[in-house]
């Protein structure tokens, strides 16, 4: 079992820019990936950042050049750096963790979200 626990999230101008941690506990947490999704009301979930487990890190059109996820294993924790904020980025994100075990079992699992506001 995985739990996740995303933070960092707040009202920022535009322009500016935010950290959002996830921190992950649980057993075998560096072998997932871990991505990070964002909704807004009347959207659909949609992928930001992944990163897999051996640090390949992939991103969205809309964020790509202004957001860098990162993963440290030693505190079991992922990283997404926000920076050049815009209205569009207003949205409550989740931490992803993903990964096929046994047999090719899939294992998701979700935070709880973090509000992200971008306002002026």
């Known amino acids: 079992q995985v739990q996740l626990v995303e933070s960092g999230g707040g009202l920022v101008q535009p322009g500016g820019s935010l950290r959002l941690a996830c921190a992950a506990s649980?057993?075998?947490?560096?072998?997932?990936?871990m991505g990070w999704y964002r909704q807004a009301p009347g959207n659909q979930r949609e992928l930001v950042a992944l990163?897999?487990?051996?640090?390949?890190?992939n991103y969205a059109d809309s964020v790509k050049d202004r957001f860098t996820i990162s993963r440290d294993n030693a505190k079991n924790t992922v990283y997404l750096q926000m920076n050049s904020l815009k209205s569009g980025d207003t949205a409550v994100y989740y931490c992803?963790?993903?990964?096929?075990?046994?047999?090719?079992?899939?294992?998701?699992?979700w935070g709880q979200g973090t509000q992200v506001t971008v306002s002026s």
């Open positions: 990163i897999s487990s051996g640090g390949t890190a």
């Open positions: 649980g057993s075998g947490v560096t072998s997932y990936a």
């Open positions: 992803n963790a993903n990964r096929r075990g046994l047999f090719n079992i899939q294992y998701v699992y």
